[in-house]
């Protein structure tokens, strides 16, 4: 597995410090998107400039895609696609009102084969509401 995280860190011309590699492998069992506290908290003794700078990078690197929920940016690992000019994270972001979670809801995207005589290179779609889980629970 840390073999595979890293290949994955030098295709993205990233190098694979240690932090990087816990990182990614924590993103990668996350159905949801994580904010910097959230991910801080899940490594109690690392710097907490250290895995925002591991964050950024990845972010610039095209390894994973921010999504803005109010005041606070959560990230969420990127399809392969992306790299560091354009990030293809042209689905719907679902951040649920009662559960608190943001999720990618790749079943919902904008077409990618639109014809345009300029270059998209990013789009943010962004909903709120009840997610299937809550709302089950509210039946």
Not at 1 to 11: A, C, G, S, V
Not at 17 to 29: G, H
Not at 91 to 97: I, P, S, W
Request: hydrophobic fraction near 30%.
């Amino acid at each position: 597995m840390k073999k595979d995280i890293e290949t994955k860190l030098i295709d993205k011309n990233t190098k694979p410090t240690s932090m990087r590699i816990l990182v990614y492998d924590f993103l990668s069992t996350q159905e949801a998107a994580l904010s910097l506290s959230e991910v801080e908290n899940h490594f109690e003794n690392a710097d907490r400039t250290t895995i925002y700078r591991t964050l950024k990078t990845f972010e610039e690197k095209g390894i994973v895609h921010s999504i803005q929920e109010n005041a606070t940016t959560k990230y969420k690992l990127c399809d392969d696609g992306c790299d560091e000019k354009t990030h293809k994270d042209w689905h719907l972001h679902f951040y649920c009102k009662i559960c608190k979670q943001t999720t990618c809801r790749e079943d919902i995207s904008f077409p990618e084969n639109v014809q345009t005589s300029f270059r998209i290179d990013e789009i943010r779609l962004f909903a709120k509401g009840i997610c299937e889980n809550c709302l089950e629970n509210l039946q």
